[in-house]
């Protein structure tokens, strides 16, 4: 088990466009543990790659037990919108609403190398488009209107004290599918 930093606004990365994966390796397979790990120990439903200092076309999710390692993903079909409030394990204690397709089909390779389409409707949607936003260098941020978005920034530069060199220490929590509650 490895939990690894996570990068916060203002780093660089998360602005970054990743490269897709060429091949599914042991490597990358240790990337994608290391990814679920994090993403249990900070309670988020899903985690990309540069959120982790990483520039490889990588996203992981577990949205009620829908759980995914997503590699070099596309979305092919969506349809439906709606706003929903959603929130960043990069950009911590902010929240804001964004408009999403309620129902999508991502292409991918899972962590077998193999070519998969998963369909999301609803959360699991949502976050989807979330982490495939990350891999594009996007932020949720980024669709708010320009007051909520300065609002937003204000607040942020506050809380960005918190995090030094733009590194967020996730302490090591117990969760995930492999605990039950009240195990060690
Ligand atoms: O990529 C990330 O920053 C993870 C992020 C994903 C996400 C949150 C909300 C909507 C869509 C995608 C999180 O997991 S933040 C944690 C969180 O806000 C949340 C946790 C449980 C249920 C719903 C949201
Ligand atoms: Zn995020």
Redesign the pocket.
């Given at each position: 088990m490895k939990i690894l930093d996570i990068r916060v606004l203002g780093d660089p990365v998360l602005r970054k466009i990743t490269t897709p994966v060429e091949a599914v390796t042991d490597d990358v397979r240790a990337l994608i543990s290391d990814m679920f790990d994090t993403m249990y120990a900070a309670?988020?439903?899903?985690?990309?790659a540069p959120?982790v200092g990483r520039t490889e076309r990588i996203a992981v999710m577990d949205v009620e037990g829908q759980k995914f390692a997503l590699i070099n993903p596309e979305i092919i079909e969506s349809e439906g919108s709606a706003r929903g409030e959603?929130?960043?394990?990069?950009i911590p204690d902010i929240f804001g609403e964004v408009p999403r397709a309620t129902r999508v089909i991502v292409r991918a390779i899972n962590e077998k190398g193999e070519q998969i389409e998963a369909e999301g409707t609803e959360?699991l949607a949502?976050?989807m488009q979330?982490?495939i936003d990350?891999l594009d260098g996007k932020l949720f941020i980024d669709y708010l209107s320009m007051l909520k978005r300065r609002s937003a920034l204000s607040k942020w530069e506050k809380i960005k004290e918190d995090y030094p060199n733009f590194i967020r220490k996730v302490a090591q929590e117990i969760r995930g599918p492999h605990h039950s509650e009240g195990e060690l």
């Open positions: 309670e988020g439903i899903g985690l990309a959120q959603e929130g960043c394990l990069s959360l949502r976050c979330h982490e990350h």
